[in-house]
């Protein structure tokens, strides 16, 4: 860590940085310079928060030098983090497609869509049985019953299943039934949350907040993995910013960026990242070629009657269009779109 | 509501968008123009959400006339809501002052500051007992324990107490010791949460999350108040922008925009909207001036030794120069800066 | 248009708008909702404001239903514009690639690197005379001097040059010289200068501004169109967001959107865009996969002594390497990278 | 300037660091940490680009710790710039106010237009007779005709004149009858246009851009007084951010901000920093509340017709209500409204 001084900063203040630093048990180097002193700190400054510095007198910035984040970086740890679901893997050589609904809409709905997106090549069944909405008064999801019919979807298609928990107390209803947790946008800071996902032996996948920053995202992975649950992936899912062409700004560099500085598999949601489906195709193909583990996206037989999320939603053709076109793209980075998941459920089994 | 279709739209896809209208009880005008029609919505929408819409075939875009919130809404109730909270009165002529630490410390820090900012002239006491924190490994507050010295404080100075409600497990807790119950920015869009404090008779401060628009704001204030918690604060506290000279960017055009569209008390932040102590006195001033109802404000007595946020906290001093310039601020808006809390709690009596 | 009128709009606030907008010679029809009514015009709206109904009393909102482009959109004109420069057709079947340094630093530097870039694949020579810096400390361009080294190298290696032209007064220089003006990012909305390129006859490379909306960027298009010069690209290079991991959001969502709205050309510019050369290869290849019909890349053969922009320029090896991968991709989704440019500048010549 | 080692970065590579910086006549102070090594390089850095060093091998990053500005920073000059002109004093103990409407619209107008904002208490006349316009469709202001009724109305009411300077070519005009230069916030890097008025004598009012950072603004100050006219004005207009309740968000912050750190004197407009009239009242209150030196406001005796603009306009009737206000809030800040022009133009006497 770099604390600066202020330009016209007493050497009793400068000390007083000096002092506070090696009460923490870390070491100091002043640099004295034509108009203001900085103060190197070395050592282990994961504890170290940049505020105590910033608080004091004479001081007029800290920057970090080092990541504030241990089990999800990729200096800890090299090599890429695969997590295993069933016989399908993610984070390794080859890319995952995630399909299904925004919401579960009822029990036949869902097995209905959990063949078709399987037949168009998906390898992993996505639905909501709890839905974050805007508007107290919009749909919530069917809650447990979405969970048990997510369930015998999976039992008949054998694909796993990936469902987002919005709430510690529906946490255990949504272990009980779900292959994968999702944490959704608006719960990407929701520590409790991430607190109680982190004692689950789960795979999590936590999406990136609105307004979420790429070291934030890593942040909140590490409240998960330091709890003792390695298994998370990072979804970028579009963030907030002054455009309004698309619903939000699906921000595709953060794929490069968290493949550099984190071993968690990465997935790309460019369903809500652009929020119209006649942009997911093209953002798609762009995921994989920019290097994305996987692909979480919204398909539904009848847009148009989707309870929610239908803009965004691709049709079954149009998936299994995308699907085709994927192969290409991921072979033309040396990859492969992962085979076709077995008749039953590895995870049932 | 609006629904504009594309401009090659099929008379087929401008009458399922009527049919579809229809069969949700409203009643429709379309309106066909040189290259476009456009289909008019109109009656009661409320429950009527635009992806329904946007998810048809030859339809463009939608844009909603009237505002989604109702309880919030100063079109259903034109006169101020004023929450009382023992002797003091939010959203009524007197601007109110809530004042005092980032994080309780220990039991002697939060009495001897909470005596410090009563005589300074603060109405309300600040404090954290539960803090969310970007890293899992910074210091997370002291809890329950928190709670019981902040109630302490309290009996002894007579100040009412604020404190944040992270989770909903925490909150029997946080209610049986506070007296206004805090929501944290990153929190605005818990839904599970705001349903939870919805359900209690305390009254509630909401932050507006870091990327959060004022719309959705007064939507989040539409759940607690849709739960049967009509005593809800609106607080602006700084959102996520490009510029990095200020921790956040206070938007203070927070404070008349909500004034005009609810009738909710307005509660501004300073401190965490810039986030450095030096700017907090002129925003802080900037805020009466544009007609927020109260402050919040971090302040302690050593902020160099402050556990969290040190670097927006003002000293003692500092504050009560503050209190003094805010109260002719408040007369050249012809208010005034509520009169001193007597020496017993009201809460507590 | 639509305009929605306040709440409590009284007859005669409907009436002034009604009559307003017949003044201006188009129809109107208003429906009367249950709390509010909304009056739609009909009729040529390009050269109508919303701004004068805005300004109206009792008047809440407009909102446009047309586009307020007319020379750039696709609704238009159908067919891709496809701009030629030499043999180099921008904007057709073939992707092409436009590299080079940051800056013309000198006339053996130019020469040299057109020569690597040009054997590495590129096929259009960059290279900036004028630059525009944040710093009036900084180097600021050789000028006049750089665009004849330009020219020079264009003669040698048959390579077309783009270049930026910042001022007015440097035009009639910049087009002597060069094959495409570039405008800046920063110039984006100096309407001078985009006129001033509307009058010449030079094809013409528009960026997007660092906060300029999608929209706006057509309408500056549409400045430079409606001058009389057809030939202009869009260029996609990063906008301000609030995440800091990349020096700019490289909002690729940007290409299939301009490709949807508006047939001009789309270039992506993953140098600016992300600001980190090791994050430009994978979102050069999603840029293609996207849909971007030519990418502009910063290619230096000794970074590290670049006089500007190293961080971001790649060194000849990795634009080779890159060259070769984009093929793949560009094959994946049915194009190819356009074939090398003749030994003999066809603009020179 | 710390250069920041890549965690794995080799001797020779922070060798070659140092021996860059050696080069380039600054001090180094290598400091060796657990896992990385930063370079701390001491002396005068103004001239020293960052991406000198980010481009180099090794290189992780690099931080300022120098302000890049040195004419318009506070460090260089402690005291206030206080800018005449006429008998007006902006940046002195008192405030002033600058009103008139968007657009020059007619000789009669502006001269209507003058007298009524001098007798409501404006103590300087706005009026653009050029516009920025986001279609080439819309009203692009009277030009040079439009200059020439801003001197008569200045002559006849002895109101100094602020208008807006696009180009280059325009500014020999503009300086002919302006008292003060206004740039744009799209011009605000257009830095030819900055090197120009930097050459003339006339004051400049430089509005900050609409992604432009606090930081930015100062440098593009630098680049006019370094060209020789320190007579500088910053203007906070409102910056672009995803919140569409305002038109823009207007930045308050930036007002303690830049007075902090320049001696420059800071404008405020809220016309366009919120975009709607009925938020103009609470946030001019809420600049001067903050420091504003003096502010810019759009008025307008019947804004329903203005030709642009009119939805952020004041009437009369309400500016002069205002300015009522703005007295007791200067008096609350100890500062006072300037006093009424005289008769008699100084600039024009």
Redesign the interface.
Known sequence: M?V?MK?GASQEEIK?VIRKAESLGVQT?P??????T?V?L???L??V?R??F????GVADT?R??E??KLASR?ARPDNTVIEVGTVKIGGPDVVIMAGPCSVEGRDQIIEHAHAVKEAGAHILRGGAYK???????FQGLGVKGLEYLAEAREITGLPVITEV?????LPGVVEYADILQIGA??M????LL?AVGKTNRPVMLKR???G????LL?CA??IA??GNYNVMLCERG????????RN?????????LK?RSHLPVVADPSH??GYR??VP??S???????ADALILEVHPD????V????Q?LDMKDFAQLVV?LR??A???DRKVAPPVGAVSPVAA
């Open positions: 770099i600066v330009a007083d180097h640099i004295y310079g034509e108009n203001r900085v190197a070395v050592g282990d994961t504890r928060s505020e105590i910033n608080a004091m007198d920057m030098i080092q504030p984040y200096t974050p909405r805007s508007s107290p008064y919009s919005m709430t510690v107390e529906a608006r719960n800071q929701n520590y409790g607190q907040g609105l307004s920053t790429i070291e934030e942040m590490e409240y330091s709890n963030i907030r910013t002054y455009e309004t062409a698309t700004t699906f921000d595709l560099n953060a794929v490069p960026v550099q990242g652009t006649e942009y093209a953002m193909r762009a995921a994989v070629a920019a290097g847009p148009d009657n989707a929610s999320d239908g803009r939603s076109s290409r793209i072979e033309a980075v």
